[in-house]
T-cell receptor, first 111, second 111 residues
Framework: SQQGEEDPQALSIQEGENATMNCSYK?????LQWYRQNSGRGLVHLIL?????REKHSGRLRVTLDTSKKSSSLLITASRAADTASYFC???????????FGAGTRLTVKP | EAQVTQNPRYLITVTGKKLTVTCSQN?????MSWYRQDPGLGLRQIYY???????DKGDVPEGYKVSRKEKRNFPLILESPSPNQTSLYFC??????????FGPGTRLTVL
């Protein structure tokens, strides 16, 4: 069963706009990670946030984590056409050693 | 260059013909994992390994086997493939359950 669920499933914006994607999960986590995938290729790690952290930044990326709501958001600021990809959240569960991914958000940034 | 390699990249086979997909990493990572990716379902973990000779079932282990005899290698074995195992498969490695490094993927078709 999937742990994370991304919302929305698809998002289309203009270059320069901000893109926000959300991830909800069901059980306690050790950390939550965001990955990017270009068209059927391998996933690339973007950012990790631990359960005791509330916000992290990396370049144009901002991730928040609300453990009380079991949710996270990924904000990409000043988007570029090259940001077009699928974005996945992944959770490292607290009480076992597996990793759970969501179904992803497909982001399209129009030039 | 730090990387995860998978072979083959593409495979078309027939029902019941045993196959092995190899995975190798050169980063001395303890944690290795296999995922399958299907449209609309995101990535689902098949098996993972915390270290040599230690393997555990993920979310969808039925029909698959793995082994971890050496730290760098984590092959995925389909003893009797069936059409419902047609999918895109990814191997990943990480030093723990933090940032995972993904291989390029293996596209498997079972006829």
């Amino acid at each position: 069963s999937q742990q994370g669920e991304e919302d929305p499933q698809a998002l289309s914006i203009q270059e320069g706009e901000n893109a926000t994607m959300n991830c909800s999960y069901k059980t306690s986590i050790n950390n939550l990670q965001w990955y990017r995938q270009n068209s059927g290729r391998g996933l690339v790690h973007l950012i990790l946030i631990r359960s005791n952290e509330r916000e992290k930044h990396s370049g144009r990326l901002r991730v928040t984590l609300d453990t009380s709501k079991k949710s996270s958001s990924l904000l990409i600021t000043a988007s570029r056409a090259a940001d077009t990809a699928s974005y996945f959240c992944a959770t490292a569960l607290y009480n076992n050693n597996d990793m759970r991914f969501g179904a992803g958000t497909r982001l399209t940034v129009k030039p | 260059e730090a990387q995860v390699t998978q072979n083959p990249r593409y495979l078309i086979t027939v029902t019941g013909k045993k196959l092995t997909v190899t995975c190798s990493q050169n980063m001395n990572h303890e944690y290795m994992s296999w995922y399958r990716q299907d449209p609309g379902l995101g990535l689902r973990q098949i098996y993972y390994s915390m270290n040599v000779e230690v393997t555990d079932k993920g979310d969808v282990p039925e029909g698959y086997k793995v082994s971890r005899k050496e730290k760098r290698n984590f092959p995925l074995i389909l003893e009797s493939p069936s059409p419902n195992q047609t999918s895109l498969y990814f191997c990943a490695s990480s030093p723990g359950r933090d940032e995972q490094f993904f291989g390029p993927g293996t596209r498997l078709t079972v006829l």
